[in-house]
């Protein structure tokens, strides 16, 4: 009976119907409620997330395996330090982390978010050494900012420990011909072979979605699964199939759920009505976020600021956009070819193909070949995912996968740097059909969004969407693209595209948050904002686009705050700390705000708008030249950003060297023609010339070019003050 039990379970978990599973579970525990049993209990209910019901049956108990989905649950419960106690327990210091690569994982990812960045860095190298193939655990230590070099991680060391896992392994025993799963559920009952039910031996031939054996694997893994969602109550995008051995063996699950149906949130027929909204006319965007409205000025008193960047989700740390037309006309690059529109032939064009077109060959000397001679002549089969291969193809199979994982790795470290062009040149590297996937085009739209290349940036995420368009990958990011180019009619429709999608992830809502505040509702947009926030507290973008919008209403104290919980979460998320720095700035504490924009450039040194405001700071607590360096940095770094030229224009207009500063303007001119600012600064350096006549006629060129409305106030303020000692006015 119990051995039937419990291959019903494990089916019903193979076939994805978790309420079934539950039920047959509890017959089995109410017959036998041993450890093992209760373990497949609490999969069950992990599986259909109900991480608190696993919490309940799993507390207090002792053995490895029911230690680390003790932790999960708690990890999805957001108890954070029971989680840590059930892998570490303290009567037991130094003791082995159960499940090892992934308990290592799993132990780094509660360090992460309790602020132990040195420990957690120390787990996910701890993770990485003993499976070289967790990619999840490399993606962390890039966001951390302390990954090594691709070619490090995933070279020869990273061989020899597959070739260790798998080879040595295999060979011991090379006449095992059933999963692991299967022979847990068999044998780790003691029962004899007479008591094996037909449906267990129908599944032995390894009938499992990915069942490498532990045996072969060294450490204990997730079963091919990374840890939970970061997300106490976020349901997951898809499910991957996982089992527990019965003998409570180092295997563990994965959140998997059929979601259940979904409460709105927002009306539907209002929702709908947004894109009707979407194509009324708006005034400047006076908020902190750094690419902005194409009319935005720059005023010496910083009367407007420019938004954000991302790292991983947040607004571009892009210019403050003096005419989206004139300056920000962004060309395809010489040499970068594009995927071909017509996705269906999956064709790219072929500029890049003698540099792909040896995937294999980049990565074969990382085996020793002495292994591979020997096993092509012992004729070794090994035993992967219940099919045996030679030796040599084992060796051939791993060379490939990690070569494929260098590119990738060393494409997504370069980003997380902010070195983006170098990133796009990895990222091009890869073979067509591993290009043309939407979590590498969303990561090529995202270098190209840090690089200002909106238009690019766009591309890339619509082919990100039309390979997969269930996909949710960077499309936060592609909403704030779109906020960006005031695609209105487009940005409404990806916002009700991702929430019939997955209304349950945060990046929907971001989206929908992006469309309101485009329409400058920053009341509903904050909302929105929250409700992203509510459905994952774990999600830094989310919270920083709350910051935004509390600063657009003016309400510091709480923008501050949102930026702070953004921080907590990643302390590399630079526009956190541009966005504090601006708020600080715009109070006129100018030594916080020159710390915040400090640390922002530390994370982030290629930015010119950081560069840009930070010389702004400097230049307010009285160190000029700092300024001026700072200001020719952010110039060198992005000549279509008209920021750091204007900032230097106004600071070398302080230090009286009017000539360079008006040599300075007229080169500025060339790039934003019908920028208002521009010509107001001018008329204000030829007033304190005494040039009065030539004063005059670029105010009047200022406000023929329409500036706003507080610009206009200031530019006919200086036009009546045109002849009053420049030390009693200095207000433009």
Known sequence: MEAILTDCVQNSLRHFMFGNAIFLCERLCAESPTEVNLQLLAACYLQNNQAYSAYCILKGKQTAQSR????????????????????CPAHEPGGEIPNGAAGHYLLGLIYR??????????????????DPLLWAAYEELCVLGAAEDAAVVFGEAAALCIQKQYLHHGIASPNVHTSNEDYNLVSSQNFGSEEVSPRQLKHTQGNNLRDI????????????VAPPPLCRNMQPNGS???????DGSPRSVVNSTIQAPRRKFVDE????????????DSGPRRSTRLGRDAGANINANISTVAGNGTNGSSKYLGSSKLSSVALRTVTVRKGLSWVNENIEEGIRNEAFDDSRANMASMTSSSFPSGDVRSLDQDGATVPVGGIFFSGSKVISGASEVLGLLRSLGEGYRLSCLYRCQDALDTYLRLPHRHYNTSWVLSQVGKAHFELVDYLEADRAFSLARRVTPYSLEGMDIYSTVLYHLKEDMKLSYLAQELTSTDRLAPQSWCAVGNCYSLQKDHETALKIFKRAVQLNSRFAYAHTLCGHEYVSL???????KSYQNALRIDSRHYNAWYGIGMIFLRQEKFEFSEHHFGMAFQINPRSSVIMSYLGTALHALKKSEDAIKIMNRAILADRKNPLPMYQKANILMSLEKFDDALEVLEELKEHAPRESSVYALMGKIYKRQNMHEKAMLHFGIALDLKPSATDVAIIKAAIEKLHVPDELEDNL
């Open 113 to 130: 978010y309790t602020d132990r960045t040195k420990n957690a860095i120390h787990h996910f190298r701890l993770a990485l050494s003993i």
């Open 554 to 560: 003016a309400d510091f104290e709480n923008g501050i």
């Open 240 to 246: 991957n199939l996982n089992t527990v051995n019965t």
């Open 68 to 87: 680390y989905l003790f932790a999960i649950s708690c990890f999805q419960m957001d108890l954070l330090n029971e989680a840590e106690t059930a892998l």
């Open 269 to 280: 027929g209002k929702f709908r009505k947004i894109s009707g909204r979407l194509f009324s």
């Open 213 to 224: 054996p532990g045996s072969y694997r060294g450490a204990a893994v997730l079963s091919g």
